[in-house]
Structures are given as structure tokens and as C-alpha cells.
């Protein structure tokens, strides 16, 4: 295998594989990336049996010499592409050593057998849903925060997919707060979730939100029984699923019609709560959120740091109503947002759960606190 190739370009690649190389992995080949030579690419490759990806690299600014496959110990190679200054690499590999050239520098790196490397599934798929990158990227950043690692209940543990004609739903959930986000996608070949639980791990799709960051293209989405399979330009993704029952989200998102709907914009709560949230501890989340008489008034209070009130104009003058939430799980939603949106909060009663919604298909539901917490 010989290859010559813009550093840049071999650099951008294998940044992207690298982080599914765990160096923790039992196994020793997992702890490093496959990178197989062909005809007219190169395919950066990496997986830890759970999940997978394929990078590939072509075009203008690779030349290919001979064809064949290297096995590349992350933290070295990774260093050698960082550090060097040439703006070309060249490596050179036979079965027992790789050489590597970039500018005045020469490395020569011993290696595994590349046929011990597991294979990583690609993507060939008939049926399968295609929707824009950025729309993708936007769900998962919207939702994976809501995530729970901790429980002992899995499922918990990931983002619920679910798959119709022409949308996509994605739900995270950690039995205490709920976001939702509804996107336009198309359906190929008949392709749906149907009543299969399609239950994403939280650090797949963190891999998933990474490598969709300067995508602008459409990708394609394939759920199987037991993995789903991600495929942009350049880019396969592959992951198993999470096992276990997600719960009846539906259930647990408000349908109510005596709520009072408020009108606010992102950037000014957000301010005023990080304000008001000044005094809390781990002890006490709590922030009451008092609306009426055309302001929305944050109260908190801990033994130990004080109380504070932070008050700001709204254009709510109806009777006044108000619910104690934690100020984390609020502030998770409004991070998630551009300062400059409006968004609408539902609240019916302090025994409620509040509402929080966007025009843009997003949801998010907070469970109240007691008002006596101490």
C-alpha cells in the first residue's frame, strides 16, 4: 500500500474516525484505525463492536500508488498528521511497519495485521429516510441533553427514532423532563419504524452530531431490528441499538385546553435565570417562575447562599400564575436555542408539568417541583 495525500485532507479524515477507536477496548485492534486502500479512495475505518464508522477520502489531493490496508495506532498517527508541516504526507506500508514522510520528517511505526481488523458494515440499504443534515444535527442537539445515563432503566439511555412517509420524530427522556423534535424527512422504498423501538445510545448519536457538523448535504437514515445506519457523502455510521421498552412518550406530553400560553424570547429568560440561579446549590434546583400583572418575576432561595428575585417585562397582564421548576433542566431547553427565538410556555397549575414549544416542531416537558422545598 503507498499513498500520497494533502495532510490536511488525511487529517480532517481521520479525526473523524479516531474518536470510535477506545483505547480502553480489551481487544487490541480496536484500540486503533483501519485505513484500506483502494482503486480510486482511501476508507478510514474504526469501530468498538457497538458501533462503527467508514470515512472516506478521494477526489483532488489524493494519489494512489498501490492499493492494500494499515492498521494505524490512534494517538501516533494522530500526532504525526497534527504536528508535522509538510502539506503533503506519504505513507508506505508492508506487513510488519508503516513509513510515513510529511515535509523533513520520516516516521516509520510498527503495525497489527489488518486482517484481524473486524469488518465495518456498510451501508446497502433499499429502504431507508433522507433528510438534510442540519435538520438531522438540529434534532439530536435539541434532544440528546435529555438523556439519562445513570438509571437503570437503558432505554432511557438514548434517543427514541420513530420514522413515518414524511417526517422523522426524535424523544430523549429522563423520567423528570421530555424533549421532542418533529422534522421533515422523505421515506425511501416504504421504509418506517412501524411499533420497532428505534432507541439510539446517547454516545452514538454525540458521534452522529460530531460528524454532521460541517455537513450541509442530505443523508440517509436506515433502521434495522437491532442498528441503525447513517450514510452522508463521505461518511457511514454504524451503531446497535438499545435494548429495552421506551416509554409511552405520548402519554407524558400535556394535551390540554384550560393552559395558559405565554409568549417569551430565549435570550432574556435566559439571562434572568442564570441570574436568579446564582444562590442555588445541588440541594436546591428550585426557581419559582411567577407570572401576571406584565412580568415574569424567578425566585430562589438556599439555606446556605442566600435568595435572590430577578424580574423582567412580559407581555402577559392575565391572572397571574406561576410553577417552581428545576433551573438546569430549564436552562438545558434555552441552550438549545438561538437567543433571538420565541418560544411559548404552557402551564395550567403548579401540580402541572410545564410546557415549553417552538414553531419549529420542538417540544420540551418539565415536571414541577414541590413549592415548600427546603
Known sequence: MKII???????SAFQKASPVASARSPKAI??????????????????????????QVDGEGLEIQSSGSVVLPVSQFGAILRESTGDKVEMEADPNS???????????????NPDEFPAVTGFEEQKYH????????????????????????????GVLLEMEADKITAVATDGRRLAKMEIKAEAIG????????????????????????DEDAEID????????????????????LVEGRFPKWRDVFPQRTQAVRIDLQVGPVYSALRQAAIVTDADSRGIDFQFGEGKLVLKAKAAEKGDSEVEMPIAYDATPIAVTLDH??????????????????????????????TDDGYGYVVMPLARDRG
Request: proline share 3%; with cysteine; charged share 25%.
Open 190 to 213: 416504504g421504509h418506517a419504524t412501524g411499533d420497532t423501538m428505534t432507541i439510539i445510545p446517547q454516545r452514538s448519536m454525540q458521534l452522529i452530531e460530531r460528524t454532521l457538523a
Open 130 to 157: 433522507t433528510v438534510p443534515a442540519a435538520a438531522f444535527r438540529n434534532a439530536i442537539h435539541r434532544t440528546l441533553f435529555a438523556t439519562d445515563t445513570e438509571s437503570s432503566r437503558y432505554a432511557l439511555g
Open 30 to 55: 480496536l484500540q486503533n484505525v483501519k485505513l484500506e486502500v483502494q482503486e480510486q479512495c482511501a476508507v478510514f475505518m474504526a469501530t468498538d463492536l457497538e458501533m462503527g464508522i467508514r470515512v
Open 328 to 357: 438546569q433542566f430549564v436552562a438545558d431547553f434555552l441552550r438549545a436555542l438561538d437567543a433571538e427565538r420565541g418560544i411559548t410556555i404552557e402551564i395550567e397549575n403548579q401540580e402541572s408539568a410545564a410546557l415549553f414549544l
Open 221 to 240: 437514515i436506515a433502521t434495522r431490528s437491532n442498528d441503525v445506519l447513517i450514510r452522508t457523502p463521505k461518511v457511514i455510521i454504524y451503531s446497535r
Open 98 to 112: 508503516l513509513q510515513v514522510r510529511c515535509g523533513r520528517s520520516r516516521f516509520k511505526l510498527p503495525v497489527q
Open 5 to 11: 495525500c494533502d495532510r490536511e485532507k488525511l487529517l
